[in-house]
């Protein structure tokens, strides 16, 4: 039989559940403008800073029309300056009765005219120059770009309804962890969260190799009502790359830790008609029947509460051979985690 020694530890309270990771900003890079695209500035699965160049659409008929719109602002201007002469003459003819008040009335019509013209004009300017803008496509944040979509000689449509972008743009340094809870929790998570930051471990499903450490974000605005949970979202800086968007992962968040409390292996606490027991071994190696009270238990180490004293040996494996008096060959097992 192996057997287990009771002992004084810290025990962390840890909540644990399967989490998705996702990339915590994803954007699908699309034109904003009709064109044909001319040039990408990017290999795939590259990182890039906000503000790199991705892609270039052909520029020529937006220069074309920012132009044109430029020089009929010119030509307006042109014209307004001419109407505010003439307004100023007739104004100073009228003065010696040399020309009538309808002249005058007409003529700052005509400067009135213009100037509306002129702020129309002002407005074709800055959408044209908008427009040529947008032919130059940048990062809108840091992350990682994935696969090419749409290859350079193809024209692109502002207004396409396929879905088809460029490329997708996905920041993963940070990176998020999505997992649920139990809504039971809530007020506890709450509570550790008003006095500090919660950190979250991500595993993987082997549920020991450790992916990477991050913090509790934050928690959803509404509890699940099919499932009783309610989602959290954790933040991972992922220096190393270790979680990718899509990937599941064991999340455990670590709300407290309880200082010198009395523990066992999990598997050495037995169900019985109405109360939990574990086997001790006694020290002419025969076992024991002892029942005990658990106060926590995450499925690999149990918090004893009553019944139990520190250095007491317990039995955790074959207890299904075990009668009380029994008597054992053991082995002593590791420590537990």
Do not use: C
């Amino acid at each position: 039989m192996t057997v287990a020694t009771a002992a004084l530890r810290d025990l962390p309270v840890e909540l644990r559940n399967i989490g998705a990771v996702q990339a915590n900003q994803t954007v699908l890079i699309r034109t904003r403008v009709d064109g044909t695209l001319d040039q990408v500035f990017f290999t795939e699965g590259q990182e890039v800073k906000r503000g790199d160049k991705i892609a270039q659409i052909d520029p020529r008929p937006y220069q074309a029309t920012l132009d044109q719109a430029q020089a009929k602002r010119a030509a307006d201007l042109a014209q307004l300056a001419n109407a505010r002469l003439d307004l100023g003459r007739s104004t100073q003819l009228a003065r010696s009765q040399f020309a009538s008040r309808q002249t005058v009335d007409t003529q700052g019509a005509t400067v009135a005219q213009l100037e509306a013209q002129v702020k129309s004009d002002d407005a074709s300017v800055a959408a044209a120059q908008l427009n040529l803008t947008y032919t130059t496509i940048t990062a809108p944040f840091d992350g990682r770009l994935g696969l090419r979509q749409v290859d350079p000689g193809n024209v692109v449509r502002f207004a396409d309804t396929s879905g088809v972008g460029i490329v997708t743009l996905s920041q993963i340094h940070p990176i998020a962890v999505l997992f649920n809870v139990p809504q039971d929790q809530v007020p506890a998570i709450q509570a550790a969260m008003a006095k500090r930051t919660l950190p979250v471990t991500a595993y993987r499903s082997d549920d020991k190799t450790r992916l990477g450490e991050g913090t509790l974000l934050t928690m959803d605005n509404a509890v699940d009502a099919a499932s009783g949970t309610i989602r959290l979202k954790a933040l991972f800086p992922n220096t190393d790359n270790a979680l990718w968007p899509g990937q599941f992962v064991n999340a455990s968040l670590l709300l407290d830790v309880r200082r010198g409390v009395l523990t066992v292996p999990s598997v050495a606490v037995q169900h019985g008609p109405g109360n939990l027991f574990v086997y001790v071994v006694k020290p002419d190696s025969t076992v024991a029947v002892q029942t005990v009270a658990v106060g926590q238990d995450d499925g690999r180490v149990a918090m004893i509460t009553k019944g139990l004293d520190a250095g007491a040996r317990v039995v955790v494996n074959g207890q299904s051979r075990l009668r009380q008096g029994t008597h054992v060959t053991v082995t002593e097992a590791k420590p537990n985690a």
